[in-house]
């Protein structure tokens, strides 16, 4: 079975400063995704970006990006020049391309900033 | 374009009860995921919902259940309420169809489920 493990369950940083959350996940299949996910106090889960485990190339999004190692099964988000809005809970997530299609979720890193 | 709606936001019931969220997804969001978040458990699957069919299952005792209409809107079902059910129950929609690349969920704000 897939599993996702996030082993930061705090993080803090100093706004415009730089944090990477970590995340590493277990699966035996070789194709797949990879997820990031942030959940405000509004409860309303936002994707911040995703990888396909296919793809090489790292996957970025303005002030996010991933550092995504498949041999590793590592898959940690930075954030750039921090900002109080990003604070939130923070959830790494993968699904199967196969036919079980269900998202497996980490616990969730809660991350402070600090003005 | 509206976003995923779920009713109610808040929901307080008793032991022993039975209950019914519902979930309104994206128009033209065919698929429909449940998913139950815990602070204990975290997040984990429930079911999901395509074309008024279940088509992928988590594992959760039978009390729990769900169903979709010809709308796409979904339900989802929790009989005889057990105070390890209160969570936050999310709903999430997307456009995925079949098993081409994955496509994006999108997620309701959650219905608050407490049991007393």
């Known amino acids: 079975a897939q599993t996702v493990t996030q082993s930061q369950p705090e993080m803090s940083v100093q706004e415009a400063e730089t944090v990477t959350l970590s995340c590493t996940y277990d699966t035996s299949e070789s194709d797949y995704y990879l997820f990031w996910y942030k959940q405000p106090p509004s409860r309303q889960m936002i994707l911040v970006i995703r990888q396909e485990a296919y793809k090489q190339q790292n996957a970025t999004e303005n002030r996010f990006s991933v550092n995504f190692q498949k041999a590793a099964k590592s898959f940690s988000l930075k954030i750039s020049d921090s900002q109080l809005g990003d604070a939130a809970m923070y959830f790494c997530a993968y699904i199967g391309a196969g036919n079980n299609r269900k998202l497996i979720w980490g616990l969730g890193t809660s991350l402070a900033v600090n003005p | 374009k509206a976003g995923v709606t779920q009713t109610p936001r808040y929901l307080i019931k008793t032991r022993g009860q039975q209950v019914t969220l519902s979930c309104s997804p994206i128009?033209?969001?065919?698929?429909v995921s449940w998913y139950q978040q815990t602070p204990g458990q975290g997040l984990q699957f429930l079911f999901e919902y395509f074309s008024e069919t279940q088509r992928n299952k988590g594992n959760f005792p039978g009390r729990f259940s769900g169903r979709q209409f010809s709308n796409s809107r979904s339900e989802m079902n929790v009989s005889t309420l057990e105070l390890g059910d209160s969570a936050l129950y999310l709903c999430a929609s997307s456009f995925q169809q079949g098993l081409e690349p994955y496509t994006e969920a999108f997620f309701g704000q959650g219905t608050r489920l407490t049991v007393v």
């Open positions: 128009s033209g969001h065919r698929s």
